[in-house]
């Protein structure tokens, strides 16, 4: 039978394509956050932040859209490569804490 | 090394017995965080310091998890009495300081994966 949890949201895209990872966050009060990249059997790997104050920021291929009045964040990258494949987090922080939350994940698949 | 190294990478380890996981932050960070990683899980929070502040341990989940962290530096995660749900990664990260907006940036580390048989 299923096991809960194992199946993460999944994003399957073209090598080249442009992703769009979208996360859903709780605290109204949190005031900054982080995407991370987490491949098969490493440690979660700091993509790119943006605070509450902004509602854009771009890095290398990739922006976050931040939308505090929906509490939704989003990760999109530019040209999609095999090598993006891995899951991605989300996490908040803020409201007086100093400790991040995260959200459950979303698998990336890039195919050739 | 310049990042967060934990050690063991990986253990194996009977049910009943205790564990210890190490981590050791990047340099001159003084925040230094505890999660655990179950698989296919999202990060669970265990255990936060910051400088010479009592630890933040609201996400222990049992008496049998312990941490302390030396000299500012080194953290130790201790898990006694070892059971089966304690298999997961645990991963410890590590961020410069909490005033401003680039200390906010957290650095993870490899994760020790336990198993717990």
């Known amino acids: 039978g299923e096991s809960v949890g194992l199946h993460l949201p999944t994003l399957s895209v073209q090598e080249g394509d442009n992703s769009i990872i979208n996360c859903a966050y709780s605290?109204?009060?949190?005031?900054?956050f982080i995407w991370y990249k987490q491949e098969s059997g490493k440690g979660p790997q700091f993509i790119i932040d943006?605070?509450?104050?902004?509602d854009k920021r771009q890095g290398q291929r990739v922006t976050v859209l931040l939308n505090k009045t929906v509490k939704h964040l989003s990760l999109q990258i530019a040209a999609t490569q095999p090598g993006d494949s891995a899951v991605y987090f989300c996490?908040?922080?803020?409201?007086?804490?100093?400790?991040?939350?995260f959200g459950r994940g979303t698998s990336l698949i890039v195919h050739p | 090394g310049a990042g967060v190294s934990q050690s063991p990478s990986n253990k194996v380890t009977e049910k009943g017995k205790d564990v210890e996981l190490r981590c050791d932050p990047i340099?001159?960070?003084?925040?230094l965080y505890w999660y655990r990683q179950s698989l296919g899980q999202g990060l669970e929070f265990l255990i936060y310091?910051?400088?010479?502040?009592?630890?933040?341990k609201s996400g222990l989940p049992s008496d049998r998890f312990s941490a302390e962290r030396t000299g500012g530096s080194v953290s130790t995660l201790t898990i006694q009495r070892t059971q089966q749900e304690d298999s997961a990664v645990y991963l410890c990260?590590?961020?410069?300081?909490?005033?401003?907006?680039?200390?906010?940036?957290?650095?993870f580390g490899e994760g020790s994966w336990l198993t717990v048989v």
């Open positions: 310091f910051q400088g010479n502040s009592a630890p933040d």
């Open positions: 996490a908040e922080k803020g409201g007086g804490s100093y400790i991040p939350t």
């Open positions: 990260a590590s961020s410069p300081d909490r005033g401003s907006f680039s200390g906010n940036t957290i650095y």
């Open positions: 943006i605070r509450s104050n902004m």
């Open positions: 605290n109204s009060a949190s005031d900054y």
């Open positions: 340099s001159g960070h003084t925040a």
